[in-house]
């Protein structure tokens, strides 16, 4: 299997801009997780998704950030507008199971200048 | 709330010696998973180790085990014979029964050649 997948792996844009990461998660996997990572704050888990739906959103730092899950393979995270403190590494991740391993992709180092 | 405690923000060991990272964690629920990630430069997060509270034997997987203690709230990580490229950060995290995933602050393990 090809693991999880994000894209793109580095994205630099400017305040004010609309930034769309992406992530297909592993085949199978039912459950589908967003994590941010900063210095400051260390890793923070956004929202995940079970069968596509999102079960818990309490992450999300505010309304400028929105997560969409169309299909079992591919889900969006947007940031509109960037502002410079969203700047970080953002990781997808994915499970089987309600009890089982979380798989991270390779993540999404954001610079929003 | 849940939180994750990692004491260690820098540990180092000498190649083929032995290293313990610690983990404590808070908690009111009695069936949970913990797990340790490893985060190399390459920022990739990866499984090293998962265990189950209920199960009372630590988890084992190769060079790496895990010293459980429920009652203590204590999940520590041992690595033996550290090799180069165990040099990472290394995450504990909580997973409660309400699927929601908790990280620690980290520990940076550098292997000493």
């Known amino acids: 299997d090809a693991g999880v997948i994000q894209s793109p792996r580095h994205e630099v844009t400017e305040m004010g801009q609309e930034v769309t990461l992406r992530c297909k998660p592993i085949s199978g996997h039912d459950y589908l997780f967003w994590y941010r990572q900063t210095m400051m704050r260390g890793l923070e888990l956004l929202i995940y998704f079970n069968n596509n739906v999102p079960i818990d959103d309490s992450g999300m730092p505010e309304d400028r950030f929105s997560a969409k899950m169309p299909n079992a393979s591919f889900s969006t995270l947007k940031i509109q507008p960037s502002e410079p403190r969203d700047s970080a590494v953002y990781f997808c991740?994915?499970?089987?199971?309600?009890?089982?391993?979380?798989?991270f992709g390779p993540g999404t180092r954001l610079l929003v200048l | 709330a849940q939180t994750v405690t990692q004491s260690q923000p820098e540990m180092s060991v000498q190649e083929a010696e032995t290293v313990t990272l610690s983990c404590t964690y808070d908690?009111?629920?009695?069936?949970?998973?913990l797990f340790w990630y490893k985060q190399p430069p390459s920022r990739q997060m990866i499984l090293v180790i998962r265990?189950?509270?209920?199960?009372?034997q630590n988890a084992t997987e190769n060079r790496f085990s895990v010293n459980f203690q429920k009652a203590a709230k204590s999940f520590s990580l041992k690595i033996s014979d550290s090799q180069l490229g165990d040099a990472a950060m290394y995450f504990c995290?909580?997973?409660?029964?309400?699927?929601?995933?908790?990280f620690g602050t980290g520990t940076s393990l550098t292997v000493i050649p």
């Open positions: 991740a994915s499970t089987k199971g309600a009890r089982e391993t979380q798989y």
């Open positions: 995290a909580y997973r409660s029964h309400g699927n929601q995933f908790y």
């Open positions: 265990q189950e509270a209920y199960k009372q």
């Open positions: 908690t009111s629920e009695s069936d949970y998973y």
